[in-house]
C-alpha cells in the first residue's frame, strides 16, 4: 500500500516526491510494519512506527495496515502489540489522517469486545493524534525509558497557558507518575516482561 494525494498536497515539494523519498530512506512503503510470529512461544501480532518515514506520521495507509494487523489478531486470537514513535497525524493528508484515530480507536474496541489483549508501548516520541487515540487504549500502557509522549509539544502547551510546565514534563517517567502508564521497561528486558504478562494473561 501506497499513499495517495488526493489533497494536491504541496509545501517546500508535492507530497509524492516526499513520499518517494521517504520510500528511499526508509525502505519502506510507509510509516509503520506489521508482522506476526512466536515471541518465546507465545502467538503475538505486531505493528511498529518507523520515525525514519515522515517522523513516523500517520497517514491513510498507515491507519490501515494498523486496522489489519488488528483484524489478523481478531481472527487468530492472537494478542496485539502496537510499537509507536510518531510525531502525530500526517498533515498533508488532512482529514483523511484525522479519520484514522477513529478508525484504528473502533478496530481495538473490537479487540476489547473479543477479550483479546491489546498491548501498547511508546517510544520516543509519541505525540499527536497517535498518542490521542491508539497509544493510549492499551490495555496495558508501555513506555521505554525517557521517552517523550504528548499531545501538543511543551512549546505549544507553555505558550498556550502562560506558565512554565513542570520538571520532566511529559517524559515517560512524570506520565507514569500521573497514573497514565503501567509500568516502565528498557527494551533488553522487553521480551522477557511482554512474555510474562501474555502467560498472566492466558
Given at each position: 500500500?501506497?499513499?495517495?494525494?488526493?489533497?494536491?498536497?504541496?509545501?517546500?515539494?508535492?507530497?509524492?516526491k516526499r513520499i518517494k523519498e521517504s520510500q528511499a530512506k526508509a525502505q519502506l512503503?510507509?510509516?509503520?510494519?506489521?508482522?506476526?510470529?512466536?515471541?518465546n512461544g507465545l502467538d503475538l501480532v505486531v505493528a511498529c512506527m518507523?520515525?525514519?518515514?515522515?517522523?513516523?506520521s500517520m497517514g491513510s495507509v498507515v491507519g490501515?495496515?494498523?486496522?489489519?494487523?488488528?483484524?489478523h489478531s481478531l481472527k487468530t486470537k492472537a494478542p496485539f502489540l502496537m510499537i509507536s514513535r510518531s510525531g502525530g497525524a500526517r498533515m498533508m493528508e488532512a482529514g483523511l489522517s484525522?479519520?484514522?484515530?477513529a478508525k484504528t480507536?473502533?478496530?481495538l474496541a473490537l479487540l476489547d469486545e473479543a477479550k483479546i489483549p491489546y498491548i501498547s508501548l511508546l517510544t520516543d516520541p509519541t505525540t499527536g493524534g497517535v498518542t490521542a487515540s491508539y497509544a493510549m487504549l492499551g490495555d496495558f500502557n508501555i513506555s521505554e525509558?525517557?521517552?517523550?509522549?504528548?499531545?501538543?509539544?511543551?512549546r505549544v502547551i507553555r505558550e498556550t497557558i502562560g506558565k512554565d510546565l513542570p520538571?520532566?514534563?511529559q517524559s515517560a517517567e512524570f506520565v507514569l507518575d500521573h497514573g497514565f502508564l503501567d509500568f516502565i521497561v528498557d527494551r533488553r528486558n522487553l521480551k522477557e516482561r511482554l512474555s510474562t504478562l501474555l502467560k498472566m494473561l492466558k
Open positions: 500500500m501506497e499513499s495517495a494525494d488526493p489533497l494536491k498536497f504541496s509545501d517546500t515539494k508535492p507530497y509524492p512503503k510507509d510509516a509503520v510494519r506489521t508482522a506476526y510470529g512466536k515471541m518507523d520515525f525514519t518515514f515522515i517522523g513516523g490501515e495496515k494498523i486496522a489489519r494487523a488488528i483484524d484525522l479519520m484514522q484515530m480507536s473502533a478496530k525509558p525517557g521517552a517523550l509522549i504528548g499531545f501538543a509539544g511543551p520538571k520532566g514534563f
